[in-house]
């Protein structure tokens, strides 16, 4: 099979975001750049992803012409090949419809970490609502991440995320998606109280000189 390591390393992603339950139904994709060719591996369009086999994953090229792969790539696929054009520093994307991070987007301003982990990924933007699938949101969430963007919130859709690879991008994942989930139960209770700002900095400067090493 060609391109076998970025196709598993695809695979293992999705199942893992189907176990943790940020991925429901066909919904949610995720897209992993070849270290040396510039080809990306994408999960395809509508199929069950738990019994879904490596060779199944679609591949790609950095303008979504599809080249390999039995079905389809996902439909998402221009907001997926956008980031990995803009940003050389991003090798993984994750698109998700995980709940939190839905109901979160619903309003206008950024979610705010709550705990330390949560600050390497902030700040969280939030994009418009555009048409699933467009150029127009693919430009939209380039616009949103910028130049060190890892998330952000698409309204009435979910959330995409990404990371300089595979673990980086479940990460991110998986924090904004707790981000959120802190922030709707804090709000609920009357309690919401964010990290502060110095807080924050600090502890974005221990992450960035602990990768750095
Ligand atoms: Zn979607």
New binding site residues.
């Given amino acids: 099979m060609k391109y076998e390591k970025i196709r598993k390393q695809v695979l293992e992603a999705i199942l893992e975001a189907v176990e943790q339950g940020l991925i429901k139904g066909t919904?949610?994709n995720i897209a992993l750049r070849d270290d040396e060719e510039d080809v990306v591996a994408i999960t395809p369009s509508g199929i069950a992803y738990k019994t879904m086999k490596a060779e199944d994953i679609a591949i790609v090229d950095l303008n979504g012409k599809w080249l390999e792969g039995p079905y389809k790539p996902s439909s998402?696929v221009p907001m997926h090949t956008a980031v990995l054009r803009a940003r050389p520093d991003i090798k993984a994307t994750v698109?998700t419809?995980a709940v939190f991070a839905t109901i979160m987007a619903m309003g206008d301003g950024e979610i705010k970490p709550t705990t330390p982990p949560q600050c390497e990924f902030v700040p969280v933007r939030v994009v418009p609502f555009t048409m699933?699938g467009s150029d127009e949101v693919a430009d939209k969430v380039v616009e949103a991440l910028g130049q060190d963007g890892r998330a952000v919130l698409i309204k009435n859709?979910?959330m995409f995320c990404c990371g300089k690879n595979m673990k980086a991008a479940m990460s991110a994942t998986i924090y904004t998606e707790e981000m959120a989930i802190t922030e709707y139960y804090a709000r609920a209770l009357g309690t919401f109280e964010p990290m502060p700002q110095a807080g924050i900095d600090a502890m974005k400067a221990l992450i960035a000189a602990d990768q750095a090493v």
């Fill in positions: 919904s949610g998402e698109h419809h699933p859709h979910g």
